[in-house]
Nanobody, 121 residues
Framework: QVQLVESGGGLVQPGGSLRLSCVASGQVYTIGNMAWYRQGPGTQREVVATITNTGSANYADSVKGRFTISRDDAKNTVYLQMDNLKPEDTANYLC???????????????WGLGTQVTVSS
């Protein structure tokens, strides 16, 4: 019913930048909270940044001042601008969205499959 597809990952040197995108498609009536998570090899999934439908953002301490989350509701898209990347940022980055498929049914949470970010020289 609803699909989330991430893009924008890749290999980047330390200190570099990447911009991730996540598009929601399918039976989307409206979207509430959106978020980016990441999961590195052998580690648990952790939240990176969240943004409400009013644009209020929060960040993990490890990325504050380096990452910026934003959204374009007209495009059902959430972005993650990542600057000054570090090797410890290497992970699969997944997006999450709280989606209403119709206004009278409570929303469900949906996940994308992720996009790989590798920070290495």
């Amino acid at each position: 019913q609803v699909q989330l597809v991430e893009s924008g990952g890749g290999l980047v040197q330390p200190g570099g930048s990447l911009r991730l995108s996540c598009v929601a498609s399918g039976q989307v009536y409206t979207i509430g909270n959106m978020a980016w998570y990441r999961q590195g090899p052998g580690t648990q999934r952790e939240v990176v940044a969240t943004i409400t439908n009013t644009g209020s953002a929060n960040y993990a301490d490890s990325v504050k001042g380096r990452f910026t989350i934003s959204r374009d509701d007209a495009k059902n898209t959430v972005y993650l601008q990542m600057d000054n990347l570090k090797p410890e940022d290497t992970a699969n980055y997944l997006c999450y969205a709280q989606v209403w498929i119709v206004h009278y049914v409570p929303p469900n949470g949906y996940w994308g499959l992720g996009t790989q970010v590798t920070v290495s020289s």
